[in-house]
Structures are given as C-alpha cells and as structure tokens.
C-alpha cells in the first residue's frame, strides 16, 4: 500500500494540473459575433485620483466564500442546463469558445456589501455568451411568457447557490456567462473558466464565478446561499455616486479643486450629478461621456475651495429622472443607500 501510494503520489507530482492561470494562457480568445458598442470620446475625464473608466483586472474587486480559489480543469469542466420547463443541456468550455454568438459588452459589477463610497465596484470589458440565447435554447420561457421557472440557481465549483429572476434574464438586457474579462479568459480569482454577469443585479444574486450548473426553479422552492442569511432574494442594483477625489480627511490649498468621481444607475443610465458644499445648493457636476446605461460614468465639479472644513456631498440621478435617495441604509438585506459625503480642509 505504502509502495502504491507512493507511486501514485509521485505520478500525480509529474501529471500536476495546471493552474487556472497556465490554463487561461494557453487560451485564445475568438473575436466576438457582437462587438462592444464603439467608445465615445471622453469617457474618461483626466482627472487625477479618479477612478479609472476600466478597472484593470489586478485591481478589480474581488468578493467569495471560497478560501482557496479553485483552480478549475477546463478540459473536464462541463455547465449543466437543467431544470423546470428545460431540455437539459451540457456544454464544454471549448464548445461555448467556439459558439457563433460571443458577445462583448462593458458592464459594471457591484457588490451589494459594497458602503457608500466603498470600492467594492468595478467596470470592465466582458466577453461571453447571451445568457438570453442559452437559456432560449434549452427552451426556457420567461415567467410572464408563462414559463414555469421564476429563478435561476447557479451552482459553482465550490458548492455556492446563486439565484436570478429568469424574467431579468430575458428581459432584453446583456446579461452575460463571461468567458473573458478586459480582452483576456477569466482569471482564477474571477471564475476560470466561466462566470454570470448580469447589468443592474449585485454580484450575490447575479454573478456566479467558477459556475458548473444552472437549474431553473422557483424562489418558492429554493433559497440562494445568501438568503437564509439575512439577504433580500431580490437584489437590484441602487443608484449610487461616489468622490474619489479629494479624498476623506484631504488636505487641499485653497482655489480652483476639481471634486469628481463615479456615478451609475445601471439599465437607465446616470443622467446628472450633482455635488453640495456644507449648506449650500446643489451644484451640476460635468459628466464625462457615457458608455452605456450599464457602466458608470466619471463626473467632476470645479470647486472654488476656501479656507476653512468643509462637507462635500454627491448624488446622481437616472435616466428616469429618479435621484439616488438620501436614506442612509446600511448594505444588509439589499444594498447600502445615502449621499457620499466626505470631509476635507481648505488652507
Ligand atoms: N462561486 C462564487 N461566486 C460568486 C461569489 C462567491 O462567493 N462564490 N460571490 C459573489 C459576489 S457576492 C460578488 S459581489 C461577485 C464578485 O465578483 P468578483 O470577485 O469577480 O468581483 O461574485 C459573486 N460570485
Ligand atoms: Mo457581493
């Protein structure tokens, strides 16, 4: 027994796995059937201390349960399609690669444990294939088209439960299973090999990483790893608008100091921010150009600072005309709300 364990140890030192990582190297990328939309002119504002309009991958947020990432075998990964009202269907990596569908967008994630004016939010260039089509495929109808599943679970590599309403699947948005993130396969840390992004839901009722299932039931009949612990089943993105720059506590020289940050208002788009200084109006802030209703949007203010503290607060408004509410909530069970506010001194 010693001698057999010792040779199959020795085997499985030489036949190592490769690392996600050495397996998203070896991977190429095909161009997608729909490309992201052109870029505007603009999108960034060249502000110093402003967050930049792609979160590089390196520093993209990244929130799991997992305490060691897993390291998924793409060669013997399959996703499972089943469910009510499904045909049941399994797809290979190579065979979702290779699908004539592939779909770009830039979508911005965000965390629902996320504080005001925490950093729990990034933006990035997905590629992946229309969550719509796959779905559509299996012959998944949505609940008001009378289809008998009103939630997706997502079940990952490391035995996570996430739940989506099927009717914000398809409803016409792009919501994505992402098999690159900026130009490059998913990273380990982001779901290697394949992920759900999905504009306008927070990433625990949306954006399952390291997915090896999706089962369509219902919210009566199943609660998601998150809900049993104190989160709503629902969780729409809020409007929300952060200062990233002066920071909390800065020190600025007195004179011309540009207040900017990011705003969104995922599915209408963020249409206005505004900034307030101590007691005073609201003032229009400068929005850079906009991506899409689904990526934040960079916005900047030029303040005439004078001596003294000061109280810098922000909001932003959709497209729908609707503010970002003023009432503070704290981000159990659906999302933190309230203004940014941050306090600096002028000299
Ligand atoms: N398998 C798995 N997927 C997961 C999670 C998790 O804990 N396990 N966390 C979710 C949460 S809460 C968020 S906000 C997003 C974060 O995605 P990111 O780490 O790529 O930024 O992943 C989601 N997908
Ligand atoms: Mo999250």
């Not at 699947?169 to 994505?176: E, I, Q, T």
Request: charged letters at 20%; aromatic letters at 6%.
């Amino acid at each position: 027994m010693l001698s057999a364990g010792a040779a199959a140890g020795g085997r499985l030192y030489a036949e190592r796995r490769p690392t996600a990582a050495e397996q998203a190297g070896a991977v190429r990328l095909p161009r997608p059937d729909s490309p992201a939309p052109p870029l505007p002119d603009g999108v960034e504002l060249d502000v110093e201390g402003v967050a930049p309009f792609y979160t590089p991958v390196a520093d993209f947020y990244t929130v799991h349960t997992a305490l060691a990432v897993p390291q998924v075998d793409a060669g013997r990964w399959r996703l499972r399609v089943h469910g009510r009202g499904v045909r049941p269907r399994e797809y290979t990596y190579a065979q979702l690669l290779e699908r004539s569908d592939l779909m770009e967008r830039d979508i911005t994630l965000a965390c629902v444990s996320n504080p005001v004016g925490g950093d729990l939010v990034g933006n990035a260039r997905w590629i992946g294939v229309p969550l719509a089509a796959l779905l559509r495929e299996a012959g998944v109808r949505a609940p008001g088209a009378g289809g008998p599943a009103d939630q997706l679970v997502a079940r990952s590599e490391d035995g996570m439960t996430i739940g989506t309403p099927v009717e914000d699947l398809l409803d016409g948005r792009d919501a994505l299973l992402a098999l690159g993130m900026n130009g490059r396969p998913l990273t380990a840390e982001h779901g290697f090999p394949a992920r759900m992004v999905v504009p306008g839901l927070y990433g625990y009722v949306s954006a399952c990483k390291w997915i090896t299932e999706m089962e369509l039931t219902t919210f009566a009949a199943f609660d998601a790893y998150w809900v049993p612990r104190g989160w709503s089943e629902r969780g729409p993105v809020k409007t929300q608008s952060r200062i990233d720059t002066p920071r909390a506590g800065a020190s600025v020289g007195a004179g011309t100091v540009p207040v900017a940050g990011v705003a969104w208002a995922q599915n209408t788009g963020v249409s206005a921010v505004e900034v307030r200084v101590d007691d005073g109006p609201w003032l229009p802030a400068r929005l850079a150009a906009e991506d899409t209703a689904d990526t934040w949007r960079q916005w900047v203010l030029e303040w005439t600072a004078r001596p003294g503290r000061h109280r810098l607060r922000v909001r932003a408004r959709d497209r729908d005309g609707r503010w970002q509410t003023a009432q503070e909530a704290p981000p159990a069970p659906d999302g933190a709300s309230g203004h940014h506010t941050v306090e600096v001194t002028v000299t």
